[in-house]
């Protein structure tokens, strides 16, 4: 068995090849940048990634068994190139996965932002809920999710909707890791952590078993052709994860939080149901703050 990667080189991507790797499974990776050095097996680099048949090429040489699309960008601007990483990429793969006499077992990697804000009453958010997105990255990947629903008449397709993840090497345009970074950055003699809003509750997950769940689900028949929450089904405060990295860092730190923004639509507490989850017999445990906390410092 050979799994396609592409998003390697992101944050969820390097803990699936770290995955894939414990279990034995070879991996190549596809993007649309030079190969990394540090990713191990072949990497395929395409240019463009709306050309179709430059994907097919590729998945015609290295005949994958499992497909993990895990690219995407958080950036909402130049919108063009949202949708094209978010969207366009993913309906081509698609197509030409279409084309191959074995087709692979694919996996999208989709978002909880695909829900948008939800009242208190409709938490936790489960898989059957109506998606409004408010941001350009919800947007375009319930745009991504539509287009392997879709596929998957066709293909094995599974759409693992993916709440917070956090772990090591965290990339700075999500809190923790910005947090991560700045308090590395102080001397031993401490500083100040400038935060954002810390009043927010989330569905936190770690990385490392998060991917884990994502390689069982895309080999497991009962999720093909649905959307399965990513979660633990359980909020978990970002002041607790704020606190256990101050404490892990040993140093003084002074916190100062920002004020929210006037009208800002972003929701004090949003947590996913693992109900469907659990029926198959899968878990993900909530965060262990100080195991999180060490992985993001070191």
């Known amino acids: 068995m050979k799994a396609l990667v592409t998003g390697a080189g992101g944050f969820v991507g390097r803990h699936v090849l770290a995955e894939l790797a414990a279990r034995g499974i ?3 990776t596809l ?30 040489e290295a005949q994958p068994g499992l497909i993990f699309h895990l690219a995407g960008t ?19 793969l698609l197509a030409a996965a279409r084309r191959l006499p074995a087709p692979p077992r694919i996996l999208l990697a989709g978002s909880a932002a695909e829900y948008g804000p939800m009242e208190e009453a409709q938490l936790p958010v ?16 319930l745009a991504q999710t539509l287009h392997g629903l879709a596929a998957a008449s066709d293909l094995p397709v599974v759409v693992a909707r993916l ?35 810390l009043a927010r509750e989330r569905d936190f997950v770690e990385a490392a078993p998060a991917a884990a769940l994502l390689l069982d689900l ?18 978990t405060s970002l002041a607790d994860l704020t606190a256990a990295l101050v404490r892990a860092s040993g140093r003084p730190v002074e916190i100062q939080e920002a004020p929210g923004r006037a009208g800002n639509s972003d929701m004090i507490r949003h947590w996913g149901s693992a109900a469907l989850l659990r029926s198959w017999g899968y878990r993900l445990a ?6 999180v906390a060490a992985l993001l410092l070191g």
């Open 26 to 28: 070879e991996a190549v």
């Open 286 to 291: 909530p965060p262990d703050a100080e195991r």
């Open 218 to 235: 895309l080999r497991d028949p009962r999720a093909e052709g649905r959307v399965v929450n990513i979660c633990s089904g359980q909020p």
């Open 126 to 141: 489960a898989e059957d809920a109506a998606c409004r997105p408010v941001s350009v990255y919800g947007i375009t990947k």
């Open 31 to 60: 993007g649309r940048g030079d190969p990394a050095a540090s990713l191990p097996g072949r990497a395929w680099r395409i240019p463009d990634l709306g050309d179709e048949a430059a994907i097919g090429t590729v998945l015609r």
């Open 163 to 197: 709440f917070n993840v956090i772990g090591g090497a965290m990339p700075g345009h999500l809190a923790l890791g910005a947090f991560a970074a700045q308090i590395r950055a102080m001397p031993a003699s401490g500083g100040v952590l400038r935060t954002g809003p």
């Open 74 to 92: 958080a950036a909402a601007e130049p919108l063009e190139e949202a949708y094209r990483v978010n969207v366009l990429f993913a309906a081509r």
